[in-house]
């Protein structure tokens, strides 16, 4: 994303956790990887929301100290937005055990018979 004419750049975001942040204390942040690489947000839940089979997550998001800091402007803790996270299980989703192990036995017992040849040859 670009800011102020295509001057500032923000973007690849990742959430992160800091026990120790401040005004939320939540811990959770949003930071920008590419252009500007700072923390941008901190991110101050208004709703959690797990059960078994799946998770809510609301939350507003707050002008961090840092962005704060590279805008200029007393921002911080400014309410700028929101974040909604929801994630739900799938109830056929199967990881393949058994075809994994086999394929891993597989090259296992390849290995160790090209081991077993070499020391023959040797």
Not at 69 to 79: E, I, P, S, V
Not at 90 to 117: C, K, N
Request: charged share 15%; aromatic share 10%; hydrophobic share 50%.
């Amino acid at each position: 994303m670009f800011f102020n004419t295509d001057t500032v750049e923000v973007g690849n975001f990742t959430i992160g956790f800091d026990a120790g942040r401040t005004p939320t204390n939540s811990g959770f942040f949003v930071e920008s990887t590419v252009g500007v690489a700072a923390i941008l947000f901190d991110v101050a839940p208004t709703l959690l929301d797990p059960t078994a089979t799946d998770l809510t997550i609301a939350a507003d998001l707050l002008v961090s100290p840092e962005f704060a800091g590279f805008l200029g402007l007393d921002l911080t803790g400014a309410d700028v937005g929101d974040a909604l996270v929801e994630g739900i299980a799938q109830a056929d989703a199967q990881v393949p055990v058994p075809t994994t192990l086999a394929l891993f036995a597989l090259g296992l017992i390849g290995m160790g018979y090209q081991q077993r040849r070499a020391q023959r040859s040797a």
